[in-house]
């Protein structure tokens, strides 16, 4: 199982960025996957879920209106769409596969597989 992320970089606030999740090794399109992030000196900060046939979407308050999350089961990616970025979004961003196709509480003990991250960097 594999989940690489891509696409972070350097953005002024007010822009917008494209982060992908190409999964690899498992059947894309059976499970429900995450964008969680982690800020610099901080802990893990659940982002956003997708369940697997991608028509149940969640959002954290923080992220809410601003960023989508997408999916495509053709070509095993995972998307999240990123607007009106402020420098509070400034992490590094994980795609994760969860064991379970529902939603809840964000647990990491309810992950099984989780990429190496992509770093978002907003500042001017």
């Known amino acids: 199982v594999r989940l690489v992320e891509s696409g972070g970089g350097l953005v002024q606030p007010g822009g917008s960025l494209r982060l992908s999740c190409v999964a690899s090794g498992f059947t894309f399109s059976s499970y429900y996957l995450s964008w969680v992030r982690q800020a610099p000196g901080k802990g893990l900060e659940w982002v956003s879920d997708i369940n697997s046939g991608g028509d149940r979407t969640y959002y954290a308050d923080s992220v809410k209106g601003r960023f989508t999350i997408s999916r495509d089961n053709a070509k095993n990616t995972l998307y999240l769409h990123m607007n009106s970025l402020k420098p509070e979004d400034t992490a590094l961003y994980y795609c994760?596969?969860?064991?379970?196709?529902?939603?809840?509480?964000?647990?990491?003990?309810?992950?099984?597989?989780w990429g190496q991250g992509t770093q978002v960097t907003v500042s001017s």
């Open positions: 994760a596969r969860r064991m379970y196709d529902y939603y809840s509480d964000f647990e990491v003990r309810d992950y099984d597989y």
